[in-house]
């Protein structure tokens, strides 16, 4: 099947790149409002950025059914714009799967706006990390997200072997 793009409704584009690109790891994005309230939703439209400077972005997806903006976004954006210039992530694992999925809506897609936020404060588990920052996933179990209401789990893994890599690629 070939499908140019531009030719796509948007219910199609949404099924084909949340079915293709998986799995996608889950940001449980917490914000404050300017006044102060509590807001806490999933994203899986979610990636690294960079490590120098560590930063990590998140997309946000169309409005909300009303039309208005999404609250983290509102939330997340700068002052100027109105919002704190600040968010939180968390990583989604199998722990918390149904009251993270609780915290969403349904998805309207439409105009997205890409977040990009610099990490200044790292939060972790000391039970998760050893003394040189390894990451014990097999404990963090964190979840990836299908498409539709499908996840993955991060314990099916494999290791290639070295020789496979190229000298200074590791
Ligand atoms: C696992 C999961 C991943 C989601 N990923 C995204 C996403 O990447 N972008 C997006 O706009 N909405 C995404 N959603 C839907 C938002 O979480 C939903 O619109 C939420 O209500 C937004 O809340 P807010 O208005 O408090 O920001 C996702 C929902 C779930 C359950």
Same mark, same amino acid.
């Not at 806490?40 to 169309?62: D, E, K, T």
């Not at 976004?73 to 918390?96: C, D, K, M, S």
């Given at each position: 099947?070939?499908?140019?793009?531009?030719?796509?409704?948007?219910?199609?584009?949404?099924?084909?790149?949340? /079915?293709?690109?998986?799995?996608?790891?889950? &940001?449980?994005?917490?914000?404050?409002?300017?006044? @102060?309230?509590?807001?806490?939703?999933?994203?899986?439209?979610?990636?690294?950025? /960079?490590? &120098?400077?560590? %930063?990590?972005?998140? =997309?946000? !997806? #169309?409005?909300?059914?009303? #039309?208005?903006?999404?609250?983290?976004?509102?939330? !997340?954006?700068?002052? %100027?714009?109105?919002?704190? /210039?600040?968010?939180?992530?968390?990583?989604?694992?199998?722990?918390? &799967?149904?009251? $993270?999925?609780?915290?969403?809506?349904?998805? =309207?897609? @439409?105009?997205?706006?890409?977040?990009? @936020?610099?990490?200044?404060?790292?939060?972790?588990?000391? !039970?998760?990390?050893? #003394? +040189?920052?390894?990451?014990?996933?097999?404990?963090?179990?964190?979840? /990836? +997200? $299908?498409? #539709?209401?499908?996840?993955?789990?991060?314990?099916?893994?494999?290791?290639?072997?070295?020789?496979?890599?190229?000298? @200074?690629?590791?």
């Amino acid at each position: 099947m070939h499908l140019p793009a531009d030719q796509l409704p948007i219910e199609a584009r949404y099924k084909l790149l949340t /079915g293709t690109v998986i799995p996608r790891p889950v &940001a449980v994005v917490s914000t404050l409002s300017t006044e @102060g309230v509590t807001n806490l939703a999933p994203f899986s439209y979610f990636n690294i950025v /960079g490590h &120098a400077p560590l %930063a990590l972005s998140f =997309a946000v !997806a #169309g409005p909300k059914p009303d #039309g208005t903006l999404k609250d983290t976004l509102r939330n !997340a954006h700068l002052p %100027a714009q109105g919002g704190t /210039g600040e968010f939180v992530v968390n990583i989604a694992t199998e722990h918390y &799967a149904v009251q $993270m999925a609780r915290t969403a809506t349904p998805l =309207a897609v @439409g105009r997205s706006c890409l977040v990009i @936020g610099e990490i200044v404060y790292v939060h972790i588990d000391d !039970a998760l990390i050893d #003394g +040189r920052f390894r990451v014990d996933f097999e404990q963090l179990r964190a979840l /990836g +997200r $299908m498409a #539709g209401s499908r996840y993955a789990r991060t314990s099916d893994t494999f290791l290639l072997d070295d020789e496979n890599f190229p000298p @200074g690629t590791r």
